[in-house]
């Protein structure tokens, strides 16, 4: 299934490039960006700006994608600016899918 994300009005909240509510053409060209999941994605936004996604890749492991300030994968991060997280069937929630009280910057599920 393909499941599309509307983040602009959170980066457009984050970075303050666009006005609040309205889509910020300078994430991914034209303010949307499409990731390929099975499950309801997650996106948490980083104290640097940038984006992590986690959603459900298939049965056994959840894809993480962590994304440029301007909507393009960091190549820093894993292959492509994606990680597959082999997880125990059965263990795949991400509700709780935020940014992580510590204040190192990272997300937690």
């Given at each position: 299934m393909r499941l599309s994300?509307?983040?602009p009005t959170l980066l457009a909240?984050?970075?303050g490039s666009?006005?609040?509510?309205t889509l910020d053409p300078t994430f991914d060209g034209d303010g949307l960006l499409v990731v390929n999941s099975t499950g309801t994605p997650r996106v948490c936004a980083l104290?640097?700006?940038?984006l992590m996604v986690a959603a459900t890749?298939?049965?056994?492991s959840v894809k993480l994608v962590r994304l440029l300030l301007d909507g393009?994968?960091?190549p820093s991060f894993?292959?492509?600016g994606i990680v597959?997280?082999?997880t125990p069937v059965g263990t795949l929630d991400l509700s709780g899918f935020t940014l992580r009280p510590d204040g190192s910057g990272g997300c937690q599920a």
């Amino acid at each position: 299934m393909r499941l599309s994300l509307l983040i602009p009005t959170l980066l457009a909240w984050t970075l303050g490039s666009a006005q609040p509510g309205t889509l910020d053409p300078t994430f991914d060209g034209d303010g949307l960006l499409v990731v390929n999941s099975t499950g309801t994605p997650r996106v948490c936004a980083l104290t640097d700006g940038r984006l992590m996604v986690a959603a459900t890749n298939d049965a056994s492991s959840v894809k993480l994608v962590r994304l440029l300030l301007d909507g393009s994968p960091d190549p820093s991060f894993g292959t492509n600016g994606i990680v597959l997280v082999p997880t125990p069937v059965g263990t795949l929630d991400l509700s709780g899918f935020t940014l992580r009280p510590d204040g190192s910057g990272g997300c937690q599920a």
